[in-house]
């Protein structure tokens, strides 16, 4: 990459919450970088430039369109009050099927309840786990929001650096280094974001063992589950009936603006589950959960199937050609729909690549500087979610902007 800016990344990017010294607990909480990449990248196409995006975590695909249909007819038939806040039961009771068929599990419909998104879950579950002064285990890198969500609560987030020799995920091992007194529990996700990577059942089932005997509670984050390409893909709750899990119906059903999610939680957490989730949101999206309900008919789970062998197809396309570029890739992104990609050979400061490509390349990616305190300035993140064309005018892009 030529003429290479040494300073810092896209305006906005770096500015801190501390300086601004407000009284709550937002001091510490970082910003949405790839928002901040999102944003300048509408600026420029405002201006006529034509930009690829390959920054936001988001589906390209609409929602399906029985899902669609059905949010139609929830409106027209005045389906807009409030719900109850842990969700209609009738799409509990689809979750519940969900989680009998692809996973073999008997859960009762009270231990789920329908959030506002994954988000809104992890908000309930940080308020129901994180104790202020305590740590919180979770690998570097990892979703950002996470560390805000712990530093929020008044903890501390305990990051563990993971890297290609780990397969971006921690062993029980890896773990046990990481813990210190305060730990009280661990926030791990599986697929992750930003590496896609998968913890195989057998490597659960250790972690499980390990946080069990050290009395650690665990929250597994199954956002992108459904979005995988490997053959097991194992819920932690297969394995642990103690565990608390997030999922979302933003990834692999296609949904993130109707802002619709889940959790669940052990038995003898469901009360205090529902008096967060009545005090922090009321209720989800009355109509949003009403067209979610076609999500569970065989249609839509047909496009949605379709939908994942395209995210195949492209991953397999931009894993092949970022190699040729020389970027280093995990060995395998068994999940999601991100390249989390080592630019070492390019620069040690991933935001300024960032801000180069997109301002004078116009090519929208994330800096891995979003998702820990570690390496990130010598990762990117890459996201498959536009369609071949645009991904081959990308890669066309990035070799011209690294003279390969
Ligand atoms: C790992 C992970 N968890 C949670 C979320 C939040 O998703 P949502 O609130 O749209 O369900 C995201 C979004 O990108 C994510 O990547």
């Known amino acids: 990459m030529r003429a290479f800016p040494a300073t810092t990344g896209i305006p906005g990017m770096n500015s801190t919450i501390a300086a601004r010294n407000f009284p709550g607990r937002i001091e510490g909480v970082n910003p949405f970088r790839v928002l901040v990449v999102l944003n300048r990248a509408a600026e420029l196409e405002r201006q006529g430039r034509k930009i690829v995006h390959m920054g936001a975590g988001e589906p390209d695909f609409s929602t399906a369109e029985p899902i669609r249909e059905a949010a139609k007819r929830a409106l027209d038939a005045g389906f807009t009050q409030y719900t109850q806040a842990a969700g209609i039961p009738e799409l509990r009771e689809c979750l519940v099927a969900h989680y009998r068929e692809r996973h073999g599990l008997e859960l009762p419909a009270e231990r789920i309840l329908i959030t506002l998104g994954a988000s809104g879950g992890l908000a309930i579950l940080s308020h129901l786990l994180v104790r202020p002064g305590s740590g919180v285990l979770m690998t570097d890198p990892s979703y950002p929001c996470y560390r805000s969500l712990v530093r929020l609560a008044g903890a501390e987030p305990q990051l563990l650096p993971v890297g290609v020799e780990d397969d971006f995920q921690p062993t029980a091992e ?50 992108y589950h459904g979005l995988h390409y490997v053959d097991d893909m194992p819920s932690i709750l297969e394995i642990s009936p103690r565990a608390f899990v997030v999922n979302s119906f933003s990834k692999y059903f296609g949904m993130t603006g109707w802002r619709l999610g889940w959790i669940v939680v052990p038995e003898e957490h469901v009360e205090a589950a529902n008096i967060l989730a009545q005090n ?92 820990g305190d570690g390496n990130g300035n010598e990762y990117v993140r890459l996201a498959f979610t536009t369609g071949m064309e645009e991904l081959r005018l990308g890669v066309e892009r990035l070799r011209r902007a690294l003279d390969r």
């Not at 057998?202 to 946080?211: K, P, V, Y």
């Not at 999940?335 to 300024?352: M, Q, V």
């Open 280 to 371: 922090l949101f009321i209720s989800p999206s009355s109509f949003s959960q009403r067209a979610a309900l076609a999500a569970f008919e065989p249609e839509a789970q047909q496009i949605f199937e379709q939908r994942r062998a395209a995210f195949r197809e492209r991953r397999d396309y931009l894993a092949a050609e970022l190699g040729k570029l020389g970027m280093l890739l995990p060995r395998e992104i068994q999940g999601a729909f991100y390249a989390y990609a080592n630019i070492a050979a390019f620069s040690n400061d991933s935001e300024a690549f960032c801000r180069e490509l997109l301002e004078n390349h116009g090519v929208a990616i994330t800096p891995g500087t979003d998702f």
């Open 174 to 223: 890896l773990l046990e280094q990481g813990c210190r007194g305060n730990t009280a529990g661990l926030w791990l996700a599986s697929p992750g974001n930003p590496t896609g990577a998968v913890i195989p059942r057998q490597q659960l089932h250790r972690i499980n063992d390990w946080a069990e005997a050290k009395g650690l509670y665990q929250l597994f984050d199954e956002t």
